[in-house]
């Protein structure tokens, strides 16, 4: 028996590989015999980087940038085995992670240092460049990252743009003379964990603001901001950023990121899933178990159990997924390839011992899983 194991990590608790193994650690106490491929995987928020470079043999650097609260961080990159691409999460500019929860606040935080991990990339003498932009802190539009590129944004009265989401209300004037000329010959994948529109009831501020520490008012502040850089960047550039899928990934990342020459939004799952061959991994699997952190009706939208669950259905694969918890909508996965749904919480506990219980919770999940699989399994030769 083969099984594969493909989650993506659990926000704030585990790295992708970590939930791999302790989902595979879970399954051996029972399946021992079977045979185990782990796969981690990301779409384009944390993990991108490490599942990137461990497919292709690359390696990892590390830079001081701009958090999104204006100190500085050490940031994480990586470069592929064959030399040839960076690979960088906007996560380890910008990221959620980065910011006290009791400071979060979308209306001043900025992706300024994404723009310093992609300089430094431009230094090192890459052309090409895959950006993971999920799990960011920010509602800027990618406004911060543009203006560490070279590009400005100024007021009516001829001053900068001050950073953070509410500041684009007040833009009159886009000069991107200045971009970095290195970029014209540079391309950008942009991995898209959610296909989100820019502004609206499913826009970036709407499904994402207030987890980033918005309020209801400051969640319609910060869309009403989004509309009026959307409607600046047609009227000004001629460039439509306010409809296209995925343009409301991280805070808006997706739309600002249209501004720049040699850009393509991607499924992040999807690019996830070439880089490390899961389609060969699975062809020969019995069973696929794929995880996130929280499962509802929005991991339809591009999230790593779906994409995993969706290759696994055209290989005739069955798919589970172990995941940290639930919202009331996570039915909406079945119609997407998910059999069955699994959650790990035992019991109810603070957030805090909830991460820290994180491991030792999916161990014990994915045990009763594979005892759940081992029962049917002998049902399955006692029917024949």
């Given amino acids: 028996m083969k099984i594969v194991i493909a989650p993506d990590s659990f ?66 990159w990586g470069m592929t085995g064959d030399g040839q691409s960076a690979v960088i999460e906007m996560a380890e500019a910008s990221g959620l992670h980065l910011v006290p929860t009791d400071k979060r606040n979308p209306l001043i935080s900025t992706s300024y240092g994404t723009g310093e991990l992609i300089s430094t990339a431009l230094d090192k003498g890459l052309r090409r460049i895959i950006l993971g932009i999920g799990g960011s802190a920010t509602n800027d539009g990618g406004v911060g990252m543009l203006q560490a590129l070279g590009a400005k944004f100024v007021d009516k009265t001829g001053k900068s743009l001050s950073f953070g989401g509410a500041a684009l209300a007040d833009l009159a004037q886009i000069d991107m003379s200045g971009l970095d000329p290195r970029l ?83 499924s992040g799952v999807q690019m996830v899933i070439e880089a490390v061959d899961l389609a060969a991994a699975i062809a020969d699997a019995d069973i696929v178990v794929t995880g996130e952190g929280r499962m509802d009706g929005q991991s339809v939208h591009g999230k790593t159990p779906i ?78």
């Avoid at 970590?18 to 993990?47: N, S, T």
């Avoid at 960047?233 to 343009?247: F, H, R, S, Y």
């Avoid at 997407?336 to 161990?363: H, K, M, Y």
């Fill in 11 to 76: 926000k704030e608790s585990l790295t992708a590989l970590a939930v791999a193994e302790a989902i595979g650690e879970g399954f051996r106490r029972i399946l021992p015999q079977a045979q185990y491929r782990l796969v981690p995987m990301a779409d384009g928020g944390e993990g991108l980087v490490q599942s990137i470079v461990d497919a292709t043999q690359g390696e990892k650097f590390s830079t001081q940038v701009t958090a999104p609260l204006g100190n500085k961080v050490s940031a994480s």
């Fill in 184 to 266: 014209q010959e540079t391309r950008i994948e942009v991995a898209c964990d959610v296909d989100n529109p820019l502004c609206g009831e499913h826009g970036a501020s709407a499904v994402f603001g207030a987890q980033k520490g918005a309020t209801k008012a400051d969640i319609q502040r910060l869309d009403a901001a989004l509309r009026h850089f959307a409607e600046q960047v047609q009227a000004q550039l001629g460039i439509d950023i306010q409809t296209p899928k995925g343009a409301g990934a991280a805070g808006g990342m997706g739309g600002g990121l249209m501004l720049l020459p040699q850009v393509r939004l991607r």
């Fill in 307 to 384: 994409g995993v669950a969706k290759l696994a259905k055209s290989a005739g694969k069955p798919v589970i997924a172990i995941v940290g918890s639930l919202r009331e909508d996570y039915p909406a996965v079945y119609e997407a390839g998910i059999d069955a749904v699994f959650p790990i919480i035992r019991q109810i506990n603070s957030l805090e011992n909830t991460l820290q219980a994180g491991r030792e919770n999916l161990i014990s999940t994915a045990e009763n899983v594979a005892r759940l699989w081992q029962i049917a399994g002998k049902n399955a030769l006692r029917a024949d």
